[in-house]
């Protein structure tokens, strides 16, 4: 087929005008950024010494503005974790495992809260409520991994420190919050805005921490069981009308001779274990009355709890009736007679361990 005497006289001049004019340009600019990169190196060959100091100091300052900036995304004791490892840098799948103690937060009733607030005014006092919350978390040695709505996931890994001052950590950090919500509560009365109600689930075991997500989309995350544990804790905290739950693992953990006021609430099955834990109550946060008067039948409530894992419910009943009339208020203790009412129609297996199912 033969070329037409426009491609020959026209277009094929115009393609190589255009090929030659794009290799002078690009020369043009590759000689534009060598002769900026040698002005560049002559002025800081020039400058004197006080001015490279003010420079430098100038990127030292931007360099931690953006290192602090990072860090409110990705906590620095994340980045520890993780850099404390084998891997050269943070890539996407990263993981390291470590035993830490697990805090969970949220505030009761937030839904309905939600509901009556204007979205500017939820996010004022979604912010005002964590900033409260932040404190006694970093000042217990842990550090927020992440906000969940209005739920609070930190974590208690107290550098250099024993397994005890991590489960001792999470647990001061909970009564601190908890006095905290005291007093944000009384201000609150004298801007007659309704009171604030928390509840905190402790537990404490080896998780996983790692970055999870895609290659333009990276984020952290703590996952394992003992994540979900501390989770369910919080969620009972309602059920049983407890400040703070900690796991019988915590509690041993912290050791003896830490001296905290604590009750036994159950023995319960969480959702998604098949394990059952002991847990308990932390009173400490409590105003002193309120404290003993829970403390009055602790023995008690242990007691009537042997007693009904046993099956012995007409036992359990006589001393669940006895601590009810020490303590008539007692929530904790009206709970555990309905449920050995209602265990005792129940049809339980032969190997019933006594753990009530938590369906939380």
């Given at each position: ?35 900026q ?22 990127k ?16 620095r ?16 799948g ?29 996010i ?27 739920a ?15 489960a ?7 009564i ?28 404490f ?16 995350t ?18 049983y ?65 042997a ?26 203790i ?14 339980l ?12």
């Amino acid at each position: 087929m033969e070329s037409s005497p426009l491609v020959i006289f026209v277009v094929i001049p115009l393609s190589m005008y255009a090929l030659v004019l794009t290799v002078i340009l690009l020369k043009a600019k590759q000689r534009r950024r060598a002769r900026q990169a040698r002005k560049e190196l002559t002025l800081a060959a020039s400058l004197a010494p006080s001015e490279k100091d003010r420079l430098l100091a100038q990127k030292a300052d931007e360099a931690v503005r953006l290192n602090q900036t990072i860090q409110k995304f990705v906590p620095r004791q994340f980045m520890h974790h993780l850099q404390s490892s084998d891997a050269d840098g943070l890539e996407l799948g990263h993981a390291v495992e470590d035993k830490v103690a697990i805090l969970f937060c949220d505030i009761r009733g937030f839904t309905g809260m939600s509901e009556e607030l204007q979205p500017s005014d939820l996010i004022r006092f979604l912010n005002s409520y964590f900033l409260r919350m932040n404190g006694p978390i970093h000042q217990n040695n842990g550090f927020i991994d992440k906000f969940i709505g209005d739920a609070i996931m930190a974590l208690f890994d107290h550098p250099n420190g024993t397994d005890a001052d991590k489960a001792r950590d999470a647990i001061n950090a909970a009564i601190a919050m908890q006095k905290t919500v005291i007093l944000y509560n009384e201000h609150r009365k004298n801007c007659d805005y309704q009171p604030v109600s928390i509840g905190i689930g402790i537990h404490f075991g080896m998780v996983t921490i790692g970055t999870v997500g895609s290659d333009d989309r990276m984020d952290t995350t703590v996952i394992g069981d003992n994540v979900n544990v501390a989770a369910r804790l919080e969620t009972l905290s309602t059920k049983y009308s407890a400040g703070i739950i900690i796991s019988e693992e915590v509690l041993s953990i912290a050791g003896k001779d830490f001296q905290i006021a604590t009750r036994m609430l159950d023995f319960v099955r969480v959702k998604g274990r098949s394990k059952p834990v002991k847990i308990y109550e932390v009173l400490d946060y409590l105003p002193d009355p309120k404290k003993q008067y829970y403390l009055q039948t602790q023995r008690l409530i242990e007691q009537g709890l042997a007693c009904r894992i046993t099956k012995k419910w007409d036992d359990a009943l006589e001393i669940f009736q006895a601590a009810l009339r020490v303590t008539p208020d007692d929530p904790l203790i009206i709970h555990h007679i309905e449920m050995c009412h209602r265990c005792q129609k129940m049809a339980l297996p032969d190997d019933w361990d006594g753990a009530m199912s938590s369906n939380a």
